[in-house]
Nanobody
Framework: QGQLVESGGGLVQAGGSLRLSCAAS????????MGWYRQAPGKQRELVAT???????NYAYSVKGRFTISRDNAKNTVYLQMNSLKPEDTAVYYC???????????????????WGQGTQVTVST
């Protein structure tokens, strides 16, 4: 079973920037869609942004124009550049991998979707 490891969270003032990273373990051959979700205290987990292996991205309306998702397919790593942060962006951010494949080019097997452990992002006023 592969794993996702997130990094880059922290405390930042409103208007500031942070960059989150999420790396999949080397046992994973490829991932169809990688994304970021977040969960604020007392709220449900919500989608922030996703990106396919072909580079097609999708954003929540609340972050469009401020956040940018990108990925490195060779490293199975996804990034989230967050600019113009607002206090309402405060949440635990989770990395997600959907359509996970193990093995090699000649032989692949599919695996379960994966979640990272979460990284705290706190935006102060």
């Amino acid at each position: 079973q592969g794993q996702l490891v997130e990094s880059g969270g922290g405390l930042v003032q409103a208007g500031g920037s942070l960059r989150l990273s999420c790396a999949a373990s080397t046992s994973i051959f490829s991932i169809n869609t990688m994304g970021w979700y977040r969960q604020a205290p007392g709220k449900q987990r919500e989608l922030v942004a996703t990106i396919t292996s072909g580079g097609n991205s999708n954003y929540a309306y609340s972050v469009k124009g401020r956040f940018t998702i990108s990925r490195d397919n060779a490293k199975n790593t996804v990034y989230l550049q967050m600019n113009s942060l607002k206090p309402e962006d405060t949440a635990v951010y989770y990395c997600n991998a959907a359509g996970v494949w193990y093995g090699s080019t000649n032989y692949r097997t599919s695996g379960s979707d994966l979640w990272g452990q979460g990284t705290q992002v706190t935006v102060s006023t």
